[in-house]
């Protein structure tokens, strides 16, 4: 099967502009998860769907995030204005659908390959 | 509330070595882990996981952890280093609790250098 893709895999942008990222989940996978890590620190959570519905937005950084699933396939994250503390890895993540101990915290969660975010 | 500590932010080993990796974790319920490897240039590339049962959790590319409850650990081990073993090595803990849907609480990262 195909496996998390995300778009694009780099990008350069000014600070003040607008960037949008793509993630393409595992098709029938439900949960889609967004993960941000800043150089020299630990990867983190930034929010999830299920489906179309953010389920937990708690780990967004501010109100120039903005993330959308429309129709519960692929998901976008725009940051917009771009700030310099915004560069970073962004990675997006799929699982099966599911809750608790047969969610997927069981069946693991898929990677893409991440997008490497530079506002100069 | 969950994290995840790995002890050592750089571990260098000659090929043909132990590796050994460590990972302490704090959790309220209990925990399932996982360790994940990224390659240069890569994604995140699931290694090993535990979730229940046996604590002795088998991966790829010859590596395994063991859950110690008691101590609060998920050590990733591999007996014999290859130099196609560096890169950098994630653990992290998810909560399968109730109606959990188990976003995943990362340590910072140890990077693993082969020496030759």
């Known amino acids: 099967e195909a496996g998390v893709t995300q778009f694009p895999s780099h990008s350069v942008i000014e600070k003040g502009q607008t960037v949008t990222l793509r993630c393409d989940p595992i098709?029938?996978?439900?949960?889609l998860y967004w993960y941000r890590r800043v150089m020299g620190k630990e990867i983190k959570f930034l929010l999830h769907?299920?489906?179309?519905?953010?389920?937990?937005e708690s780990g967004m950084p501010n109100n120039r995030f903005l993330a959308e699933r429309t129709g519960g396939t692929y998901s976008t994250l725009k940051v917009q204005p771009a700030e310099l503390e915004d560069s970073g890895v962004y990675f997006c993540?799929?699982?099966?659908?599911?809750?608790?101990?047969?969610?997927?915290?069981?069946?693991?969660?898929?990677f893409g390959s991440g997008t490497r975010l530079t506002v100069v | 509330a969950q994290s995840v500590t790995q002890l050592g932010s750089h571990v260098s080993v000659s090929e043909g070595a132990l590796v050994l990796l460590r990972c302490n974790y704090s959790?309220?319920?209990?925990?399932?882990l996982f360790w994940y490897v990224q390659y240069p240039n890569q994604g995140l590339q699931l290694l090993l996981k535990y979730t229940t049962g046996a604590t002795l959790v088998k991966g790829i590319n010859g590596f395994e952890a063991e859950f110690k409850k008691s101590e609060t650990s998920f050590h990733l081990t591999k007996p014999s280093a290859h130099m196609s073993d560096a890169a950098e090595y994630f653990c992290a803990v998810s909560n399968a609790g109730g109606t959990s849907y188990g976003k995943l609480t990362f340590g910072q990262g140890t990077i693993l250098t082969v020496h030759p």
């Open positions: 098709s029938g996978h439900d949960n």
């Open positions: 993540a799929s699982s099966q659908p599911g809750q608790g101990a047969k969610g997927p915290a069981n069946y693991g969660y898929t």
């Open positions: 959790s309220s319920v209990p925990p399932y």
């Open positions: 769907f299920v489906k179309e519905s953010k389920q937990d």
